[in-house]
T-cell receptor, first 117, second 112 residues
Framework: DGGITQSPKYLFRKEGQNVTLSCEQN?????MYWYRQDPGQGLRLIYY???????QKGDIAEGYSVSREKKESFPLTVTSAQKNPTAFYLC????????????????FGPGTRLTVL | SQQGEEDPQALSIQEGENATMNCSYK?????LQWYRQNSGRGLVHLIL?????REKHSGRLRVTLDTSKKSSSLLITASRAADTASYFC????????????FGSGTRLQVQP
């Protein structure tokens, strides 16, 4: 049963704590992404990775960190430097087309809702 | 940055009616995609249209793309209560980073 999973579904954090959100995929996708979604808003890109051991900052990377040690896994750490971390976090994956290809359909996990107490 | 902006922000219709959502974007694109999100869930890919295509169909979905106006529309025909969700357009840029930029979404409510 192929897919992309995120854990936990709900996460509560005290101010000043770092927390790590898990994202795993068994779709054999090279690319993985992290998005943040605030209530009633669209998705904003935090970090993305096109290949193992490499990743790039998205539009709102400050206060977040990632690693990509394995193709299947792309964990996101929300650090204490992120001033307003309460949000819904979505992970996605996709194949990587070569230059000239134009498809990049993304497959999403079910999300993690992070609340800061 | 929000490349795509959807219009309207919210739409309420009766079952059986058609629903039309629009998306505008700012820069050149490789493709434009539409996604659906049920409340509190992840997104599901609906349809992708390439920059050299003008119209695409998938079941009850029809997507158009006008690159000269930098706009796209999603039409859902014969809507059902189960179509109630938020719909997002996303663009893959023609140059630069290989990542999608999502719009702010249209919340569709289909009344039974």
């Amino acid at each position: 049963d192929g897919g992309i999973t995120q854990s936990p579904k709900y996460l509560f954090r005290k101010e000043g704590q770092n927390v790590t959100l898990s994202c795993e995929q068994n779709l054999n996708h090279d690319a993985m992404y992290w998005y943040r979604q605030d209530p009633g808003q669209g998705l904003r890109l935090i970090y993305y990775s096109q290949i193992v051991n490499d990743f790039q900052k998205g539009d709102i990377a400050e206060g977040y960190s990632v690693s990509r040690e394995k193709k299947e896994s792309f964990p996101l750490t929300v650090t204490s430097a992120q001033k307003n971390p309460t949000a819904f976090y979505l992970c996605a994956s996709s194949i990587v087309g070569g230059s000239g290809t134009t498809y990049n359909e993304q497959f999403f996990g079910p999300g993690t809702r992070l609340t800061v107490l | 940055s929000q490349q795509g902006e959807e219009d309207p922000q919210a739409l309420s219709i009766q079952e059986g009616e058609n629903a039309t959502m629009n998306c505008s974007y700012k820069t050149s694109i490789n493709n434009l995609q539409w996604y659906r999100q049920n409340s509190g869930r992840g997104l599901v890919h609906l349809i992708l249209i390439r920059s050299n295509e003008r119209e695409k169909h998938s079941g009850r979905l029809r997507v158009t793309l006008d690159t000269s106006k930098k706009s796209s529309s999603l039409l859902i025909t014969a809507s059902r209560a189960a179509d109630t969700a938020s719909y997002f357009c996303a663009t893959e840029p023609g140059t630069g980073r290989r990542a999608l930029t999502f719009g702010s979404g249209t919340r569709l409510q289909v009344q039974p």
